[in-house]
């Protein structure tokens, strides 16, 4: 996988900002099925924040760029999803300052940093989160795709589809108690919003980079 730079995160946390904006009643509607109507609601306001002050971020480095979002982001949202996605943009910067190439390797590191500021600041297990059902899975299949020497399409469908199947899998989950990443207990047959939010989201950014 080619190394990357910061006009390859600014397309990613574009395009996560637009489909929030663009699905925000999708989304809204996911959740109702869970009976949490925040995620809609909040990933909209805070990526709104992100749209409106996109030319004034500073382009210096990748680390800053994204504490930059993250601050935007936590000015914004609330409930539950709104330290969540802050915290995980935080931990994406502080990864990226450890290296001088955005490389598979490190954006690899900079998605488990990610999930690990979510698992930290949802003061949950893993197991429990409904955005890290999608995501932690699919980074273990980015790391295999980079250690099997796949080029950068190859690893970007297939961190894709792992995301999608950890998605439609929430479908067959049994309800849990207690808070999971945006909703609280899940209902045993429905789709989990989170992982589906994150699914739509990274579906619009692989099928967005395939086009340029």
């Known amino acids: 996988m080619t190394a990357t730079d910061l006009a390859d995160v600014e397309y990613v946390v574009r395009t996560l900002a637009q489909t929030a904006v663009d699905k925000e009643k999708e989304f809204g509607d996911l959740d109702a099925v869970v009976g949490d109507g925040d995620l809609g609601y909040s990933l909209a306001r805070g990526f709104e924040k992100v749209l409106q002050d996109w030319e004034s971020f500073k382009r210096d480095d990748v680390p800053t760029f994204l504490q930059q979002i993250a601050l935007a982001i936590s000015s914004r949202i609330g409930g539950t999803s709104g330290p969540l996605w802050g915290t995980a943009f935080l931990r994406a910067s502080a990864a990226a300052k450890t290296v001088d190439t955005i490389d598979g390797a490190a954006a690899v590191s900079m998605l488990r940093a990610a999930a690990e500021g979510m698992m930290a600041r949802g003061g949950a297990s893993l197991g429990d989160k409904t955005l890290l059902d999608a995501l932690v899975p699919a980074t ?22 792992t ?50």
């Open 140 to 161: 273990d299949e980015l790391e295999r795709q980079l250690a099997a020497d796949a080029g950068a399409a190859e690893c970007r469908a297939a961190f894709a589809k």
């Open 163 to 212: 995301v999608r199947e950890c998605a439609d899998a929430t479908s067959t989950l049994e309800a849990k108690r207690g808070r999971a990443s945006y909703s609280g207990e899940r209902s045993i047959g429905s789709p989990d919003a989170g992982a589906v939010a994150i699914a739509i989201m990274i579906e619009r950014i692989t099928e967005g980079w395939d086009q340029r």
